[in-house]
């Protein structure tokens, strides 16, 4: 048994006498060899393949966002380390194909730190510029001792547009997080599901691997047409320029906004707003302060700055709306039968209630107003005279249908909530009640009034406003198909014709709304100007809403300019302005053409005067007292 035992043990000691000798042997001739695949095996076990966030597309398919693709030049010490005669062959190529990076720069980053894995070289590089080195990388005949150097593959984001519809489209910062617009209501949408690659490099650089491929994010087919867009943004930009050198220094107003919309779905064809944003380079201020002045600015006040410019005013912002909102008071009682249609109100210049002195527009008075009369000229004495006969309860419930106080639930971020900015039937007093027919005293968003108007006019059907039509993947199948959403009806169809019949006059040679009117085109609107909190200082909110053509309207326009670049703020016309120039250029583009004769009249209006006249239009708000939801 001893002599077995000797035997077995004998034979187990010079087979594991051999093992090592074979192991020193290996690593004598092949040592290298196997120490890169563990190496390789190490660093590439686990890469993250990353996913193509979706673009944002416009209505007929143009890109607005996009993601392309960008490269990062990655030096890894460890495995160039791993020996020694690679590391100036590998220095010579990358300098070859990068001249702009300095060899005793590497040379010295290599030393200091041998075993760092992750070093950047460069950043952003595009597919054309990462040629060289890939042809490198590729000839193992011509360049055998490349090692540790391989490329991160990233993807940048990109607005070919720049500021253009940029408060919609909005922004990402480099983690793929969505910032205001679209960007940030759609971005688990619009974002994918990160790839994963398993495996490892071979010393004949040959992957042997398993690869998870990454789900790459769905593409928005916005609302937005971008020649719309276009127009839109372009008519703001030259009414800033035209009147910055007004009584203030800078710009031709506090805030401008403009909305375009179909009315007959809730599409938002285009919504732009000044100051705005760079969606390429959001943080940029330059246009708005010099150097020197930013200079000076801590970093909380350039990132408050920078916050009110990412939020989309026609949508954040609360407003009183002034004589715009009169078409609804006049659609309560008509839709309501509180008014039959054929009344007549005195105005004298001015309304007293509860011993508090409220004028008109026009403080010597309009004489015998019909209700037509009345939204032609903003007659604020006889929209008060309308409210005693539409009673609170009416009234109230009137601007629940229409949505003032609620929000539209747009498809874009931050939207302004109103309900506590508005009055209820248990605390409307009789001033209150007088005050919010001719709309002041309580407040509202431009998306909140234009989705409301568009169902005055197109037969009462209020739609959802929204801004975007569809979700596709990424080979262009539907994913999700957003139906346009009837959410309610407003007013009756003959109420709505009536209503239209009433704000045609408004357009006409004698209407407070002459300087919007197309010659040639059928149309109808109402201007608005509001005296702004505190009252008496002078400052306004000049508006004007239409649509066109007249008989089956295909296109609303929304124009606000709060607090123009003038000596007297006090005029519409200024919204007109930029609403006639608008609609001069988008309704041959929008196949929208002349409907009726041009007359000489609107000839004389469109020849003969300027918006800075101020002939029109005069402060519609002189009422005094407490106001509901101040600025």
Not at 379 to 389: E, G, I, P, V
Not at 452 to 468: E, I, L, R, T
Request: overall charge negative.
């Amino acid at each position: 048994m001893q002599k077995k035992l000797l035997v077995v043990f004998s034979v187990f000691t010079l087979a594991l006498i051999a093992l090592i000798g074979r192991l020193m042997y290996i690593e004598y001739t092949s040592g290298d060899k196997y120490e890169k695949i563990v190496l390789s095996q190490q660093e590439y076990d686990s890469t993250t393949i990353p996913f193509r966030r979706g673009d944002i597309v416009d209505t007929k398919g143009t890109i607005l966002a996009t993601s392309k693709d960008v490269y990062n030049l990655i030096l890894d010490c460890k495995v160039l380390n791993s020996d020694k005669t690679d590391v100036e062959p590998t220095i010579k190529a990358i300098v070859q194909a990068f001249p702009d990076l300095q060899a005793d720069t590497i040379r010295n980053l290599i030393k200091k730190s041998p075993k760092s894995q992750y070093n950047i070289l460069k950043k952003e590089l595009s597919y054309d510029q990462i040629q060289t080195m890939e042809t490198i990388l590729n000839d193992q005949k011509k360049y055998p001792n490349i090692n540790g150097i391989w490329f991160e593959k990233k993807y940048e984001r990109s607005y070919p547009y720049g500021s253009i519809g940029s408060g919609v489209v909005g922004f990402t910062t480099n983690d793929n997080s969505g910032i205001a617009g679209i960007e940030n209501y759609y971005n688990s949408t619009l974002n994918g599901v990160n790839g994963r690659e398993y495996g490892y490099l071979n010393s004949d650089n040959n992957f042997q691997k398993t690869i998870k491929n990454a789900v790459d994010g769905d593409t928005i087919v916005s609302t937005i047409d971008l020649n719309i867009q276009s127009v839109v943004d372009q008519q703001i930009a030259a009414f800033q320029e035209k009147y910055r050198n007004g009584v203030r220094a800078g710009a031709g107003s506090k805030n401008t906004g403009v909305i375009v919309m179909n009315p007959n779905n809730g599409e938002v064809l285009a919504m732009g707003y000044y100051p705005n944003y760079n969606s390429a380079n959001p943080r940029d201020l330059s246009a708005y302060y010099t150097q020197e002045q930013l200079n000076t600015m801590s970093a909380d006040d350039k990132m408050n700055t920078l916050n009110n410019l990412w939020q989309n005013w026609c949508v954040t912002h609360t407003y009183e709306p002034g004589s715009t909102a009169k078409p609804f008071t006049v659609s309560a009682g008509i839709d309501s039968g509180k008014l039959k249609g054929n009344e007549t109100y005195l105005c004298t210049g001015s309304e007293t209630i509860d011993g508090v002195t409220i004028h008109c527009v026009n403080r010597s008075g309009h004489g015998l107003e019909t209700i037509s009369d009345a939204l032609r000229n903003s007659c604020n004495a006889a929209l008060m005279q309308m409210s005693y006969a539409i009673g609170v309860d009416t009234f109230t419930h009137y601007q629940n249908v229409f949505g003032f106080g609620l929000k539209t639930n747009i498809d874009l971020p931050g939207e302004a909530r109103t309900d506590s900015l508005i009055y209820s039937a248990k605390n409307m007093s009789a001033i209150d009640l007088a005050t919010n027919a001719f709309g002041q005293n309580f407040n509202t968003t431009m998306i909140q009034l234009a989705s409301a108007f568009c169902s005055v006019v197109n037969g009462g059907y209020y739609y959802q406003p929204h801004v975007v039509k569809k979700v596709t993947d990424a080979s262009g199948n539907t994913v999700q198909d957003m139906s346009d959403t009837l959410v309610k009806q407003t007013i009756s169809q003959s109420t709505s014709d009536t209503l239209k019949g009433y704000l045609q006059t408004v357009v006409q040679p004698n209407g407070t709304g002459k300087y919007a009117k197309i010659p040639g085109y059928s149309m109808g609107g109402k201007t608005g100007t509001a005296q702004k909190l505190p009252r008496g200082q002078g400052n306004y909110l000049v508006s004007f809403i239409g649509y066109v053509p007249q008989k089956n309207p295909q296109v609303v326009i929304y124009v606000i300019v709060d607090e123009p670049n003038a000596a007297d703020e006090a005029h519409s016309t200024f919204a007109q302005e930029i609403t006639k120039n608008i609609l001069t250029q988008i309704l041959p583009y929008m196949n929208i053409y002349q409907d009726e004769p041009i007359t000489a009249a609107e000839t004389a209006v469109t020849d003969n005067t300027t918006p800075s006249e101020g002939t029109t239009d005069t402060p519609e708000a002189t009422a005094t007292g407490t106001t509901k939801g101040a600025q």
